[in-house]
């Protein structure tokens, strides 16, 4: 059963000034608040939106992108025009959202974009934060407030419930119930070490745990619910905001992974084992420059051992991968030429997912037997001198990446030796129009005519 008070700290919730809920933030020290000025601040939950940033006024502050924070800033009390300022495909600034909102005297107000990039929504989520600073004002107490809101559109409901990190679920009281567009009645607990669990409304059933967080300094937190790109079945991610730009993300460790296996021996068709204490993973016969289906798997240390498909020889034996919770990632298996010889080698990459709205992030992976190379886009009427998107000092098995507006290119190579630029190698006309997330991997390979190929993973 769900205890109503949390044995060892004490809890107490207090009405919120304003719209929908209450925020926080969270410094190296204590934070003064004025008893004349308001406060604003302003985090990013709207998917597939460029840089935004929080216009109060005549007032432009810092961009931020998704599941990002600005820190709190003093600003003047009164009624102000409040908007949110993006991006275009132009990359030209436009309004994303446009409201007169009254910043209360001695008033924290938090902002969070929300929803759909071409029509978002805006938690105003305000509070005052006189009960806080009035019960740390005796020495003997060391309080902090916290609360969550939900941002993530197609997420269910959920109860929020918070524990000491040395205590379970049974010892849990309810942070509140929320659905998409709504934020908690805060509570102020002790400062100190705790754990959060989310389950299905109305229920106890936990499909959400985060590993401790530290709620040290005496002042409010905010808890972000945020859909995720990860691994994880629920899509959903929590973070939790403090005054700062620090951003913090906790993952449930519940949440899966999901792997895949890219072949860069061109000479080989291999078997690749992945090996945790708890599971195997086999992907038999993967051909050279091939890349598998993504397979999920528990989070876990692996060893990765390679054989050659056909006489089974080992190739490479139980080298170390990590695979943490909702992380995507790709192991590339490549060879190296050392002093001894050439070496069967294996490295990880983290693959994002997040979605942009006029751009895609482009990461690279050589394998090329060559250092400090250039990769350009072109567009069609581009040379390298004229090109505007480039990745610089690619060097073997050190992944790089840009983020590139959308639309059609061609990829040139360069190297540089002695002052002479040569080509590595040349794409036709690709249309990256439609996508998120490239990647994109060089390799050594002699059945090409340039004598390197770049396979699209």
Do not use: W
Not at 48 to 55: H, I, M, V, Y
Not at 278 to 283: H, P, R
Not at 411 to 428: C, R
Request: with cysteine.
């Amino acid at each position: 059963m769900i205890k109503s008070k949390l044995k060892g700290f004490a809890v107490l919730t207090f009405a919120c000034l304003g719209v929908t809920a209450c925020g926080g933030s969270d410094n190296d020290k204590d934070e003064d608040t004025s008893k004349t000025d308001t406060y604003v601040q302003f985090y990013n939950a709207t998917v597939g939106s460029t840089a935004t940033a929080l216009k109060i006024g005549d007032k432009t502050y810092e961009s931020v992108s998704y599941a990002d924070a600005m820190p709190r800033f003093t600003s003047t009390p009164g009624v102000s025009e409040v908007e949110v300022m993006g991006k275009d495909a132009a990359n030209k600034d436009i309004s994303l959202y446009k409201e007169n909102i009254d910043l209360k005297t001695a008033t924290d107000h938090f902002f969070v974009l929300h929803g759909d990039f071409a029509s978002p929504a805006l938690l105003n989520i305000n509070y005052s934060r006189t009960e806080l600073d009035k019960q740390n004002a005796e020495a003997d107490k060391s309080k902090m407030q916290l609360l969550i809101a939900h941002t993530a559109t197609d997420a269910p409901a959920y109860d929020a419930y918070i524990a000491k990190a040395d205590k379970g679920f049974a010892d849990a009281v309810m942070l509140g119930s929320v659905s998409y567009g709504e934020v908690s009645t805060p509570q102020i607990l002790d400062t100190g070490d705790y754990k959060i669990y989310l389950t299905a409304a109305g229920t106890t059933n936990i499909s959400y745990t985060t590993a401790s967080i530290n709620f040290k300094t005496k002042v409010p937190y905010k808890l972000i619910l945020r859909e995720s790109f990860g691994a994880s079945a629920a899509k959903i991610s929590l973070d939790s905001v403090d005054s700062t730009t620090n951003v913090r993300n906790h993952v449930a460790l519940e949440s899966s992974v999901d792997f895949r296996v890219f072949n860069g021996l061109a000479a080989h068709n291999v078997d690749v084992k992945v090996v945790s204490s708890k599971q195997e993973a086999l992907f038999s016969n993967v051909a050279p420059f091939g890349v598998t289906a993504y397979q999920g798997a528990e989070f876990n240390d692996f060893g990765v051992s390679v054989l050659d498909h056909t006489s089974q020889a080992k190739l490479l034996d139980n080298v170390l991968i990590t695979l943490n919770q909702d992380d995507i990632k790709t192991i590339f298996i490549y060879e190296q030429a050392t002093e001894q010889g050439s070496q069967v080698k294996a490295m990880e990459m983290k693959q994002t997912q997040t979605p942009s709205p006029y751009s895609f992030k482009f990461d690279i992976v050589s394998f090329a037997d060559k250092s400090n190379l250039t990769v350009y886009f072109l567009k069609a009427n581009d040379t390298i001198e004229t090109a505007v998107n480039k990745i610089t000092a690619v060097n073997p098995a050190s992944p790089q990446s840009v983020t590139v507006p959308a639309g059609e290119y061609s990829i040139k190579v360069i190297a540089v030796e002695n002052g002479t630029k040569t080509v590595v190698y040349a794409s036709d006309l690709m249309d990256f129009s439609n996508e998120d997330n490239v990647t994109m991997v060089l390799n050594k390979d002699a059945a090409t005519s340039f004598g390197y190929n770049l396979i699209k993973l």
